[in-house]
């Protein structure tokens, strides 16, 4: 079973300034994917960034990057340069040898101009 | 490539009804996903659906169905509607290939208003 835990509801971040968005996980496979999701107010999830728990090097995606350590379960989420259209809310999620995503409970990000 | 569609976009029943919501993935994916994204639950797992066949399948009451077609389009069925159904209805696509895990795409959703 998986379980992922996004704590904090809510974070602000003024436009062009940088912001982590935090994450911890829990599962009892060796072989997993994290994945963070965004939801913009038309409600389509998009794919931000992925990371195949076997790869020690951190993935990035132009603005955005991870912080993924395996050993804590955690796998934050930096977003560089904020702007405008980032406010969203995020989800973590996480598959293992099947394609279920367990994702967290989301967090919303406001961008302030 | 065009993306995951869904169809309808919104819907609005009656408590006792029973509803079909539809699902084209994107061109070459073998594999549906369905998920529920509720205010108070979150995203939930509905179930999976890859060749026709489920493969996996969440905690969810047998009211709710699905099926998958040869053209791996796919079909959720919710029957006797309860207000608690409301709900976003996402569904996700993959190749489904074994032994890989492909990321999934998301549709943009079904709005379902259960009065």
């Known amino acids: 079973a998986q379980t992922v835990t996004q704590s904090q509801p809510e974070m602000s971040v003024q436009e062009a300034e940088t912001v982590t968005l935090s994450c911890t996980y829990d599962t009892s496979e060796s072989d997993y994917y994290l994945f963070w999701y965004k939801q913009p107010p038309s409600r389509q999830m998009i794919l931000v960034i992925r990371q195949e728990a076997y790869k020690q090097q951190n993935a990035t995606e132009n603005r955005f990057s991870v912080n993924f350590q395996k050993a804590a379960k955690s796998f934050s989420l930096k977003i560089s340069d904020s702007q405008l259209g980032d406010a969203a809310m995020y989800f973590c999620a996480s598959t293992g040898a099947n394609s279920k995503l367990t994702f967290g409970k989301g967090i919303t990000l406001s961008v302030r101009p | 490539k065009a993306g995951v569609t869904q169809t309808p976009r919104y819907l609005i029943k009656t408590r006792g009804q029973q509803v079909t919501l539809s699902c084209s993935p994107i061109?070459?994916?073998?594999?549906v996903s369905w998920y529920q994204q509720t205010p108070g639950q979150g995203l939930q797992f509905l179930f999976e659906?890859?060749?026709?066949?489920?493969?996996n399948k969440g905690n969810f009451p047998g009211r709710f169905s699905g099926r998958q077609f040869s053209n791996s389009r796919s079909e959720m069925n919710v029957s006797t509607l309860e207000l608690g159904d409301s709900a976003l209805y996402l569904c996700?696509?993959?190749?489904?290939?074994?032994?890989?895990?492909?990321?999934?795409?998301f549709g943009p959703g079904t709005r379902l208003t259960v009065l």
């Open positions: 996700a696509s993959n190749t489904g290939v074994v032994g890989t895990t492909d990321t999934q795409y």
């Open positions: 659906y890859f060749s026709e066949t489920q493969r």
């Open positions: 061109s070459g994916h073998r594999s």
